[in-house]
C-alpha cells in the first residue's frame, strides 16, 4: 500500500489508478450523456457507477480545485472523469453525475 501522501496530487492518483485499470477517459456529451473520449462509446447515466471519487486543490490558488470520479460501466470498461469543483464546475458533468445512483465512496479503497 502507497503512503497517501504520495498521493495528494491528482497525477498521483490518475498513475495509481490506471494500474487498477481504470484507464478510460470519459467526456459529457452535448446531449447529457457520458462517453469514451473517442467517442466510440456512449453510456447513460444508468450504466455508470461511480465507485469513487477525489477532491483536489490548488496548493496556492483555492479556484483550483478539481474534482475526480472514478467509474465503473454496465459493459465493463473502467475510467475517470475529471471537472472543476465549486464555482467553476461544468454543469454537463455535474447534472449527469446527480443522474447516477451510486455516488462512490461504497467500495473498499485501502489500495489507494
Known amino acids: 500500500m502507497q503512503d497517501r501522501d504520495e498521493l495528494t496530487s491528482m497525477i498521483n492518483v490518475l498513475a495509481q ?8 477517459d470519459y467526456k459529457i456529451t452535448e446531449d447529457g450523456n457520458m462517453c469514451t473520449i473517442n467517442g ?25 480545485m ?9 459493459t465493463g470498461h473502467k475510467g475517470t472523469i475529471s471537472d472543476a469543483y465549486g464555482t467553476y464546475s461544468d454543469d454537463t458533468v455535474e447534472n449527469f453525475m446527480k443522474k447516477i445512483k451510486s455516488l462512490g465512496k461504497d467500495i473498499d479503497r485501502n489500495s489507494i
Open 17 to 24: 489508478l490506471r494500474k487498477e485499470g481504470y484507464t478510460e
Open 40 to 64: 466510440q462509446e456512449i453510456f447513460e447515466p444508468e450504466q455508470v457507477r461511480i465507485v469513487n471519487f477525489y477532491r483536489f486543490e490548488g496548493e496556492s490558488n483555492p479556484d483550483d
Open 66 to 74: 478539481a474534482i475526480l470520479y472514478v467509474i465503473e460501466t454496465t
